[in-house]
């Protein structure tokens, strides 16, 4: 499977973005889908993930709240709304997918098989 991520751009702090992403090549029901940022000078980290028929989502504690993940899989596409943003959330979000059966915390935990490349979401105060 083939990820292209985009969206993104920039907002104020305590404003909204979205990014989506589209998986090309394969169904997107067949994986567990997960958004990943990464900030600069800062490792990836998890920011949220949804399981194959949308059932099951995990948050990481920093986004729980203020962003939420959903799927469309008749579309091909993963979205994540990103509200209330604030300046710690800029970063490049990456896109990811696994073809194993996710649910709760293993969202967070398990590896992904695909990554898209990264889409940028800047956050100034």
């Known amino acids: 499977v083939q990820l292209q991520a985009s969206g993104g751009g920039s907002a104020q702090a305590g404003g909204s973005l979205s990014v989506s992403c589209t998986a090309s090549g394969r169904q997107l029901n067949m994986y567990s889908m997960g958004w990943f940022r990464q900030a600069p000078g800062k490792d990836r980290e998890f920011v949220a993930a949804?399981?194959?028929?949308?059932?099951?989502?995990y948050y990481a504690d920093s986004v729980k709240g203020r962003f939420t993940i959903s799927r469309d899989n008749a579309e091909n596409r993963v979205y994540l709304r990103m509200d209330s943003l604030k300046p710690e959330d800029t970063g490049v979000y990456y896109c990811a997918a696994s073809v194993s059966y996710y649910s709760g915390s293993d969202l967070k935990t398990r590896p992904y098989d695909y990554w898209g490349q990264g889409t940028l979401v800047t956050v100034s105060s």
């Open positions: 949804i399981a194959r028929m949308g059932f099951s989502t």
